[in-house]
């Protein structure tokens, strides 16, 4: 099997992934980095997929996903803000 140059390897891509989204760490750093620099940064869920260049979904995931692990909380009006 060759491959051609500049074409993804199918097999480095995860299911459910589109090949035009950054890996989770970078996206993780990403927005841990944005926050970090921004610290009342308050964005709702169709903003940061625009500013972090994701998909709403994927977006969503990850951000939850931060505000499971204490790094983001959930605003009354359901709007991403840093945990500190």
């Given at each position: ?19 035009d ?60 803000v840093?945990?500190?």
């Amino acid at each position: 099997m060759t491959l051609r140059l500049g074409s993804p390897d199918r097999r480095a891509i995860l299911r459910g992934t589109s090949p035009d989204e950054p890996r989770r760490a970078e996206v993780v750093q990403r927005i841990v980095g944005t926050y970090a620099e921004m610290p009342a940064l308050t964005l709702e869920i169709d903003d940061a997929a625009r500013l972090f260049g994701l998909r709403i979904r994927t977006c969503e995931a990850v951000m939850n996903d931060l505000v499971r692990r204490g790094v983001l909380r959930r605003a009354a009006g359901g709007q991403y803000v840093s945990a500190r």
